[in-house]
Nanobody, 123 residues
């Protein structure tokens, strides 16, 4: 129903910058928010940044001041601008889109995920 396609990952040196993008397609009208999580081996997937349809933005403390999330609603795309990257930012970054759809008398909520894109910060 909703497909998320990520791009922009890669290898970057400490202190460098990368910009990730995630384009949503399908039933994009059902999306309530779009954002980014990241995960390293052996750890839980953690929130990086999230932007609701109403413009409310939330950042993890570890990235606050360095990362910027933005959305282009006309293109159904969310971006993550990552500056001053650190080795501890190395992870697989996943795009997430919470969505809600009415089905009869019920409201069904679902989280859509992208396939993930690798970000490696290393010299």
């Amino acid at each position: 129903q909703v497909q998320l396609v990520e791009s922009g990952g890669g290898l970057v040196q400490p202190g460098g910058s990368l910009t990730l993008s995630c384009a949503a397609s399908g039933s994009t009208f059902s999306i309530n928010a779009m954002g980014w999580y990241r995960q390293t081996p052996g750890n839980e997937r953690e929130l990086v940044a999230m932007a609701t349809n109403g413009g409310v933005i939330n950042y993890a403390d570890s990235v606050k001041g360095r990362f910027t999330i933005s959305r282009d609603n006309a293109k159904n795309t969310v971006y993550l601008q990552m500056n001053s990257l650190k080795p501890e930012d190395t992870a697989v970054y996943y795009c997430k889109a919470p969505a809600s759809t009415g089905r009869g008398r019920t409201l069904v909520q679902y989280n859509y995920w992208g396939q993930g894109t690798q970000v490696t910060v290393s010299s």
